[in-house]
């Protein structure tokens, strides 16, 4: 019996669906649905100032390489200032992180997820935008809290407070 040979996925410089997350162009070069869930190819366009609170998702994990610009990466072991060129794990197994756009030009980031699913959240959370073009992230009223944690919940992720390596490095 022959094993059924899977297509080659291809993918043009200017192609793909960009969602605007959180104040940042989320564009997905390859979903889940195309590598029956395997992993999962996501490029960040993260602006000054940009880049998700610290979060976990124990049954992911997520790598980065930094394509352009910088990015200030926390997690529980520390803090690492990413640069271009940079790579970085995030482990199978729920280790809080975050990253941030500290300095005043935009970063962008490859990012890949296996197994995927983080990319189905951001196709439900996310606003289709065109490239180039970005939104303000939106109003955290009570409303999109809810909205959020309830998101976070259909897809495994863990939320934790804004302040939460600071506050935790505050204990040491």
């Excluded at 073009?133 to 804004?162: I, N, R, S, T």
Aim: with cysteine.
């Amino acid at each position: 019996m022959q094993e059924d040979k899977k297509s080659v996925i291809t993918l043009g410089a200017h192609e793909g669906q960009i969602l605007s997350v959180a104040g940042g162009n989320y564009r997905i070069l390859v979903s889940g649905k195309q590598t029956g869930g395997e992993f999962a190819t996501i490029e960040m366009s993260v602006p000054p100032g940009g880049g998700p609170g610290p979060h976990a998702h124990p049954d992911f994990q997520e790598s980065f390489y930094v394509l352009e610009g910088e990015v200030e990466v926390w997690s529980e072991e520390g803090r690492y200032t990413a640069t271009q060129g940079a790579y970085i794990v995030i482990p199978k197994g729920g280790m809080v992180h975050s990253f941030k756009n500290m300095s005043d030009k935009l970063a962008k980031l490859l990012c890949v997820v296996v197994p995927s699913g983080l990319d189905e959240m951001f196709m439900e959370f996310g606003t289709p935008v065109a490239e180039g073009v970005f939104l303000p992230p939106p109003v955290m009223d009570d409303a999109m809290k809810q909205k959020v944690l309830a998101l976070f919940e259909k897809y495994g992720q863990q939320l934790y407070p804004p302040d939460y390596f600071t506050r935790s490095a505050a204990k040491d």
